[in-house]
């Protein structure tokens, strides 16, 4: 028998805090597989608990798949055959600083990991998660995003809410339900990286509108929409990716007033607004819903692995996407939407977000001080910077010349919709970078020093 007497986190359920630190050290190899535990009477009486709450401990290890009894003989850890360790990154990409992605920082802590898979285990009905999901999304994950969009002061019903495999797939579902195959639609000129490949993947067309310093012009836009060029926009109101700015009331309410003038459907993409805790501009959603297809995701705000997209129709319009679902089938995983579903109700999301939120602040103090006498667009809770160049660095060049030292970046060019080549001196800057022990200021400091050293120079790496 082995002699075992964990140490408890005494702050949790001490049943659940028995069977975590038996997870714990098998894990560590303090428990070998095999072993026979102490009998739950004595195990009660070194740790000072009740007889029950071993056994209610014993019996939730056991559901876990990490302990068996055997009537007689006792508890053994089984000895089940070895699960491969989940792989990091590969080796040649482990020391590459890849700062191209628009992710939120690695807050998540395992505790706050495993809580979530350890209260899904205990859930009787979890087998359900295996099934093929409702088109329109579980009724327990529709419920929960309903919860999340109140952040951004949306009262919507659930039937006008959907749960897909992340927002870009969400906008492609969107915008097949809507348009016909060959339409264009409205889009500033300066916009998403892949918007070019997701109107590609909807069958329809860019229609490239002017922007100023504050988002969309309307003079253009009304002109188009006149016209009848297009019976759609696109727009991305709340930390516009990449320039971050967010778009102002006044400007909301022009350009709702045009599309109500010429019957025109606002398609609002707002997945970086939670990311800025000041008081932000109503959504547009929220200023017309019976035009608005509003579409977030978890991705930016806890994780991006949890591909969990929400689209919300205009009112009353719920069976136009259900048709475009039943065609494309882009179901989101049961199980991630889970995970999330357990954060949000249980506020553990607030912790979350609130954590990454102070992380993106810390970093962009970091980086705006690197850079500061360099035009720069970093609006607060910007989890990326815009940054426009030296006048001997093009995008391109300057992408290359980073990912020669093992940096990533994304050049300008790669944001302009229109191919104008009017973002060809800016990169844009991501903060999210998700190794846990990464430290932003030796990289920003590489990037200076590489800005610096000018194209022509051949540039060392300085340790």
Known sequence: MTIWIPTLDRSKPLYLAIADAMAQDVDAGILSRGSRLPPQRDLAWKLGVTLGTVTRAYREAETRGLLSGEVGRGSFIRSGAQVPPINGLPADQSETIDLSH???????TTQEFDQALATIMRDPKKLGLLDYAPLEGFQQHRAMAVQWLKRSNIEVSERDCFIVAGAQLGLIVALQSLAEPGE???AETVNYASLNAVFKAAHLEA??????ADGLRPDEFERA????????VYLVPSMHNPTTHTM???RRDEIVSIARKYDVTIIEDDIFRLLDDR?????????APERVVHITSLSKSLGPGLRIGIVVTPQGQDKLLRNALRALGPRSAGLTAEIARYWITSGKADDILSRTRIELQRRRAVFLEVFKDRAIACEPGSPFAWMELPDDWTG??????LRANRIHVTPGSAFDLASSRNADRHVRICFGSPQNAWKPLPSFQMIRAIMDAGEEDEFTPVA
């Not at 229609?207 to 100023?212: A, P, S, T």
């Not at 391109?396 to 010349?401: G, S």
């Open 207 to 212: 229609l490239c509108i002017g922007r100023d």
């Open 396 to 401: 391109n060049r300057f992408a290359a010349a």
């Open 184 to 186: 264009k639609v409205m």
């Open 248 to 250: 102002s009331r006044k």
């Open 102 to 108: 628009a992710i939120p920082p690695p807050v998540i």
């Open 225 to 232: 929409a006149k016209a009848k060029l297009s019976r759609f």
């Open 279 to 287: 008081v932000q501009p109503p959504t547009f959603y929220a200023l």
